[in-house]
């Protein structure tokens, strides 16, 4: 892999033919993802494009001439012209290949994907999901030298990695980033030699063979697989929701919160997550409309007070979104009175939805015992109904769902496995 700088980028880049540049940083853990899944297309595809890598830090800038605002960032090149397609953070293989598929002809794409070889790894553990829970079992697993990967469909850190401040995790006197702490559980896990596959593809996973595929082409065998999927937010299910979704209706506060500077917003729910993210919201945002289905909020008693307190939110309580529309820069809630049956209109510049999540099973919810909400159910041990798969975290059956209770099942898991394998 060529790296450059860039006095070099006129006659290596500029000059003709097929390029991807790779804008890397160093501690940067997404860029030490993207490293082996780079080398490895530069190998397959290098024939026919140039593959660049070039340090940021030291080409501040070019990169930012050339709009490059995290790391890693790909672009891409066509005899000299830039191309729309970038890239950044947790960049997937099956990505990269897609846009580099497209600036090939047909016939040499098919002659690139014969070269393509399975592999094939051995482990004693799959840990299938990075946040707390996964992360928790790779450290456990890795003091008691058991061979582990960490398999994620994302960069490592879970939900915690998006909760801007956590102020409940022992150890703590103020509150942390959400995104440290899962930055230093993971790094702490990594450090100890835990394997990590992560921003990757998972296109298969056979429980019974205990058998993962990744990115198409890469199976991963091992004698335990530790399930640490977590959830995913629920969607309200209301037309105009999917439409919008990302393009002004969102779920995650910390991800998108700062881009309503002075502007109104919407926020529905009413449990903890909705309460706490409204007052995150309104560091940034001039007014803030709740809606909540009940007539009280269901979360803690500390946070509903502070929202209280806060002159820029006000509540619907006994309201419920029937449809968003977008007209113009604006999006228009419809929502129903749920006593009177009465609509109305509520005009903002964005939504942020927070109705509770929902467990990730989609692989192989067919396979293992689930509570009636779809929860894993798991034994003392963490094992499910199948020998030799455990569950942990957000993702099992339990009352509480926390990043303690994440790290706690992933404790045990880790400790259960460690001595059946020894
Ligand atoms: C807005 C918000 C604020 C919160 N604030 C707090 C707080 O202040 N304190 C607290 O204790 N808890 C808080 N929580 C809850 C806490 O974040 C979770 O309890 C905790 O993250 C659960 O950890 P986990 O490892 O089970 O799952 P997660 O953190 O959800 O991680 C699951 C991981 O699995 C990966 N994954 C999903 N599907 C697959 C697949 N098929 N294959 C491979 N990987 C997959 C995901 O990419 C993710 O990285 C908050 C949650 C939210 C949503």
């Known amino acids: 892999m060529k790296e450059i700088t860039s006095s070099e980028f006129e006659s290596e880049v500029l000059a003709g033919g097929k390029v991807v540049l790779d804008f890397y940083s160093t501690e940067c853990p997404p860029c030490e993802a993207l490293a082996p899944k780079f080398e490895n297309l530069a190998s397959l595809y290098g024939k026919d494009i140039k593959f660049f890598k070039m340090f940021r830090q030291q080409n501040k800038p070019l990169a930012e001439k050339l709009g490059v605002k995290s790391s890693p960032t790909l672009l891409f090149f066509d005899n000299g012209v830039q191309l729309p397609k970038t890239f950044s953070g947790g960049i997937k293989r099956s990505d990269i290949i897609h846009q580099l598929d497209s600036m090939l002809p047909e016939e040499r794409v098919k002659e690139i994907k014969m070269l393509i070889k399975p592999s094939v790894s051995e482990y004693d553990v799959i840990i299938l999901g990075a946040g707390p829970g996964g992360l928790t079992a790779g450290l456990y697993l890795c003091q008691s030298k058991v061979n582990t990967v960490l398999v994620d469909i994302a960069l490592p850190g879970g939900q915690v990695s998006t909760t801007h401040s956590v102020s409940n995790y022992p150890g703590f006197i103020e509150p942390q980033p959400g995104y440290m702490l899962s930055h230093n559980m993971s790094e702490q896990t990594k450090q100890c030699g835990t394997v990590y596959k992560v921003a990757v593809d998972v296109t298969k996973i ?64 009413g449990g903890n997550s909705a309460v706490e993210e409204a007052d995150f919201i309104s560091k940034f945002a001039s007014k803030i409309t709740m ?53 109305s209109k509520l005009v903002s510049d964005g939504v942020f939805v927070f109705i509770g999540m929902k467990p990730n099973i989609e692989l192989f919810k067919d396979k293992l015992e689930l509570d009636k909400w779809g929860y894993i159910k798991t034994n003392e041990d963490m094992q499910t109904s199948m020998l030799g798969v455990y569950a942990v975290g957000d993702v099992i059956s339990k009352k509480y769902r926390q990043i303690t209770t994440a790290v706690a099942d992933g404790t045990i898991a880790a400790i259960a496995i460690a001595k059946e394998l020894d």
């Open 206 to 269: 056979d429980l019974e063979k205990k058998e993962v595929v990744i990115d198409e082409f890469e199976t991963i065998k091992a004698k335990k697989i530790i399930i640490a999927t977590g959830t995913s937010p629920n969607l309200m299910g209301v037309p105009g929701e999917k439409d919008l979704k990302g393009k002004g209706i969102s779920y995650c506060a910390t991800c998108d919160a700062k881009y309503y500077g002075d502007k109104e917003v919407v926020v529905i729910g």
């Open 291 to 343: 809606v909540h289905q009940f007539d009280a909020f269901t979360a803690n008693k500390q946070a509903q007070e502070k929202l209280f307190a806060n002159p820029k939110i006000s509540t619907l309580f006994e309201h419920e979104p029937r449809s968003f529309v977008r007209e113009g820069d604006k999006i228009i809630t419809e929502v129903e009175n749920l006593k009177t049956k009465k609509i």
